[in-house]
Nanobody
Framework: QVQFVESGGGLVQAGGSLRLSCVVSRSTFSLNAMGWYRQPPGNQRELVAGISSSGTSTKYADSAKGRFTISRDNAKNTVFLQMDSLKPEDTAVYYC????????????WGQGTQVTVSS
C-alpha cells in the first residue's frame, strides 16, 4: 500500500516560516498530481495546495495564496510545502496525498505533521 511520510512541522511564531516535506512510496509518483491538506482542530480536512504530475501547474486555496508554495522532486518521490508569513489560523495537522478536490473521499492518510503558529 502507498505510504505518505510527512515531516517538517513544528511550533513557530506568527510571521515565521516552515518547509514541509512528504516522501511518497509509490512507483507511479511522477504520474500523479499531488496535494497538501490540513485539518485544523475540530474541523474537517481541507485542500491547501495542489501540483500537477510534472510540477508545472499549481493551485492554492484562497487562504494559502501568496504565502504558501507547493513543489515536488519526482526523482526523490517528494512533495514540499513552503509556508511563509504564517498565521495562528494556519495551525493544523498537515498531510499530503494524491490530489483530490473532496478529501473526505480519500481512504488512506499518513500520520501528518503538526504545525502550530503562536500569536
Amino acid at each position: 500500500q502507498v505510504q505518505f511520510v510527512e515531516s517538517g512541522g513544528g511550533l513557530v511564531q506568527a510571521g515565521g516560516s516552515l518547509r514541509l516535506s512528504c516522501v511518497v512510496s509509490r512507483s507511479t509518483f511522477s504520474l500523479n498530481a499531488m496535494g497538501w491538506y490540513r485539518q485544523p482542530p475540530g474541523n474537517q480536512r481541507e485542500l491547501v495546495a495542489g501540483i500537477s504530475s510534472s510540477g508545472t501547474s499549481t493551485k492554492y486555496a484562497d487562504s494559502a495564496k501568496g504565502r504558501f508554495t507547493i513543489s515536488r522532486d519526482n526523482a526523490k518521490n517528494t512533495v514540499f510545502l513552503q509556508m511563509d508569513s504564517l498565521k495562528p489560523e494556519d495551525t493544523a495537522v498537515y498531510y499530503c496525498n494524491l490530489l483530490c478536490l473532496q478529501p473526505d473521499r480519500i481512504d488512506y492518510w499518513g500520520q501528518g505533521t503538526q504545525v502550530t503558529v503562536s500569536s
